[in-house]
């Protein structure tokens, strides 16, 4: 089975996948790769054949192979030209078959040349406090460009920063990462109150999940560090508004929120991946609760960035309704 995983996660990666999907149906199981937008079928597996190579997945990712009736979620580290972090998740099915999913992601952190369209978001780090929030759908590259902006800031600016993620996706040398353990202790509560005393300039956290984490962030950002995080809402006003559903008030929203982002990661008609996004400002957030929770007539949201593109031939009609 050894031999098996590693032919088909090399094949992966040199296809440049970011997961691999093992589906039953019936007497075999597809295996398919997702390459950018597209999920592509690589080839099958007879049932025996594959729960042989479950069984190994589960054991070299320290899951429980004898449990195929609950969701399961581990972490192994495989070796190529690099490390790579794969992270092995499983999901019970009908008829005691079981589905899995591997992500891959590089272990190290890998700075990628970006279009001039986000160069300038790196100026949002040469502030001294604020918060700073990504969103957009899972794989749209939120976890990517708040890396860009952590290693631009630890190159050019000299800050102390630590992040607290669940888990760590990728390493940045000389950036404090602390991954969460709910298990050994290591949660939001106790990391915060831990960070919080090793005089950081630049906080990130991966991910407001709810209202105790949205209330530790808040207090960070107005209490003299920078801190930048991701949330899910479908685009910028959808980030307003879910922050107030957590007990957010509309001046802790002012007084904090120097940036929103809602971002989508197209493919254009050429193949080439480009970040497309809206942003909210600071002045927007103020004329969004001045104004009966209206941005200004001249934002322009994803939808007319994306109709822009597909009227200069970028993408297709499909594709742009695709992304909205």
Same mark, same amino acid.
């Not at 479908?234 to 007084?255: A, D, F, H, P, Y």
């Given at each position: 089975m050894k031999l098996l995983f590693n032919s088909m996660i090399e094949k992966a990666i040199n296809k440049d996948a970011s997961d691999i999907h093992f589906i039953p149906v019936d007497k075999e199981v597809l295996i398919k790769f997702r390459i950018r937008d597209d999920l592509k079928s690589i080839e099958t597996l007879q049932l025996n054949t594959y729960f042989k190579l479950l069984t190994y997945m589960k054991y070299q990712a320290g899951l429980d192979v004898s449990k195929h009736n609950a969701a399961q979620s581990g972490r192994y580290i495989y070796k190529l030209k690099q490390i790579y972090f794969l992270r092995i998740s499983t999901l019970p099915l009908s008829l005691g078959n079981e589905s899995c999913v591997i992500r891959i992601i590089p272990q190290h952190f890998q700075k990628q040349k970006h279009n001039q369209n986000i160069t300038h978001l790196y100026n949002l780090m040469n502030k001294k406090q604020g918060l700073i929030l990504l969103s957009g759908p899972t794989g749209s590259g939120k976890s990517t460009l708040m890396y860009h902006m952590l290693s631009y800031a630890k190159e050019h600016l000299n800050l102390n920063i630590i992040t607290i993620e669940d888990p760590v996706e990728q390493l940045i040398n000389g950036i404090t990462q602390i991954s969460l353990n709910e298990k050994a202790g290591i949660n939001y509560e106790t990391s915060f109150k831990a960070i919080l005393r090793c005089d950081p300039d630049i906080i990130l956290i991966g991910e407001i999940r709810d209202a105790n984490v949205a209330k530790h962030v808040i207090q960070a950002s107005l209490s003299g560090h920078l801190v930048l995080s991701t949330i899910h809402a479908?685009?910028?006003?959808? +980030?307003?508004?879910?922050?107030?559903?957590?007990?957010?008030? +509309?001046?802790?929203?002012?007084?904090s929120i120097i940036s929103i982002l809602n971002q989508r990661l197209i493919t254009t008609k050429e193949g080439v991946r480009e970040l497309v996004y809206e942003q909210v400002k600071k002045e927007d957030i103020y004329h969004f609760f001045k104004n009966s929770y209206t941005l200004p007539k001249d934002f322009h949201n994803l939808s007319y960035k994306l109709n822009k593109m597909s009227k200069e031939g970028m993408i297709c009609e499909t594709s742009m309704e695709r992304y909205l």
């Open positions: 479908s685009n910028c006003k959808g +980030v307003i508004l879910r922050l107030l559903e957590m007990g957010i008030t +509309v001046q802790q929203l002012i007084q």
